[in-house]
């Protein structure tokens, strides 16, 4: 019994005490403040206002986007693409308070939906969208070289 000191015990007891009160703290604070955001992962159809100028057929698209938390990569489809076709994300952006910005690259001729020539020229776009409601989005689609922005709705692609 003489190897018990009061002040040693006193100490680490506190010291316990201290270390679980700051993790309730902690796990509390993150459960009410730290939510994931929504999935929204997946291919969606986008259904153009009015077609792009010099088009003859644009008002529908696919936007495929793959999601890691708030940061996403996405690339832009002809309607017609299979739901297996692997494409190369130009577009990269962020999802942020339901809101949606990405940006990149994408060829004319998927925007235009004609067959892709041998060099398609690429034009730079911005998507800005805002989640409506548990996965429909409306947004806008800014091409280069367009002087007013495209107004779109995407839709979900339902899963085969």
Known sequence: MNNFNFKSLTFY???????LLLFKTVSAYGETNLKAPPAISGRYHL??????????????????????GIYLNASVLPAN?????DEKHSLAGIFRN???NLSGKVGKSILC????PQN????????QM????????TGQLTVN????????????QKAN
């Open 120 to 127: 398609d020229p690429l034009n730079s776009v911005t998507i």
């Open 98 to 100: 339901q809101q949606l």
């Open 145 to 156: 070289g367009i002087p007013q922005p495209l107004k779109f709705t995407a839709v979900p």
């Open 130 to 137: 805002q989640l409506v409601d548990k996965s429909n989005m």
């Open 81 to 85: 693409a299979n739901a297996d076709t």
């Open 47 to 68: 259904t153009l206002s009015e077609n792009l100028p010099n088009c003859e057929k644009s008002d529908t698209l696919t936007l495929n986007i793959q999601q890691s």
């Open 13 to 19: 007891g506190v010291a316990i005490i201290l270390v």
């Open 113 to 116: 939906n004609i067959p892709r």
